[in-house]
């Protein structure tokens, strides 16, 4: 494996697509001010070398009849079982996201539900049944306001190392 620089034209390549991965790499191309080819080749690279592990659709949950998204703080009986819970955790089509953390919880999760009922049920009879979870504490969110990616452009002007 080979090191691969990432410079400011990737960098703006990223800012451009992560705003929306469905922008044609013409259009990206253009702002940039390079050939779609060559958005091309370094998006693989970039690919290649682990930066971009996927791109993803944001959905709308509430148009679905997915009405709450919960925060949940999970107390492990042992750090030690973190692996074994986490693995558990995964299995539930609910969990949107899985952060390991520091403070009070060992993990913290989002959760969506159609409503309070399920949320109760994904709780009840799906997370705190696996075994190391000591106990839980779950935040609802009444809205979200903020969602966006990591605005890039101030790392235009320092290179950064990737491996290929």
Same mark, same amino acid.
């Given at each position: 494996?080979?090191?691969?620089?990432?410079?400011?034209?990737?960098?703006?390549?990223?800012?451009?697509?992560?705003k929306?991965?469905?922008?044609?790499?013409?259009?990206?191309?253009?702002k940039?001010? @390079?050939?779609?080819? =060559?958005? +091309?080749? %370094?998006?693989?690279?970039?690919?290649?070398?682990?930066? /971009?592990?996927?791109?993803?659709?944001?959905?709308?949950?509430?148009?679905?009849?997915?009405?709450?998204?919960?925060?949940?703080?999970?107390?492990?009986?042992?750090?030690?079982?973190?692996d074994?819970?986490?693995?558990?955790?995964?299995?539930?089509?609910?969990?949107?996201?899985?952060?390991?953390?520091?403070?009070?919880?060992?993990?913290?999760?989002?959760? @969506?539900?159609?409503? =309070?009922? +399920?949320? %109760?049920?994904?709780?009840?009879?799906?997370?705190?049944? /696996?075994?190391?979870?000591?106990?839980?504490?779950?935040?609802i969110?009444?809205?979200?306001?903020?969602?966006?990616?990591?605005?890039?452009?101030?790392?235009?002007?320092?290179?950064?190392?990737?491996?290929?």
């Amino acid at each position: 494996m080979e090191d691969y620089e990432f410079d400011n034209v990737d960098f703006e390549i990223l800012n451009i697509l992560q705003k929306n991965a469905k922008k044609p790499y013409t259009e990206v191309a253009a702002k940039v001010n @390079v050939s779609p080819g =060559t958005v +091309h080749v %370094r998006m693989r690279k970039m690919e290649a070398a682990g930066l /971009i592990r996927n791109a993803t659709l944001e959905i709308d949950h509430t148009r679905l009849g997915y009405d709450i998204s919960a925060f949940l703080g999970i107390y492990l009986e042992k750090s030690s079982l973190y692996d074994e819970v986490v693995e558990a955790l995964m299995g539930i089509p609910e969990i949107v996201n899985l952060h390991y953390t520091t403070g009070s919880y060992s993990i913290f999760a989002r959760i @969506v539900c159609r409503d =309070t009922q +399920h949320l %109760r049920n994904v709780l009840h009879d799906g997370i705190q049944k /696996i075994e190391g979870i000591d106990r839980t504490e779950t935040f609802i969110s009444l809205e979200e306001r903020l969602n966006r990616p990591v605005n890039l452009s101030h790392t235009t002007n320092t290179k950064s190392k990737g491996t290929k």
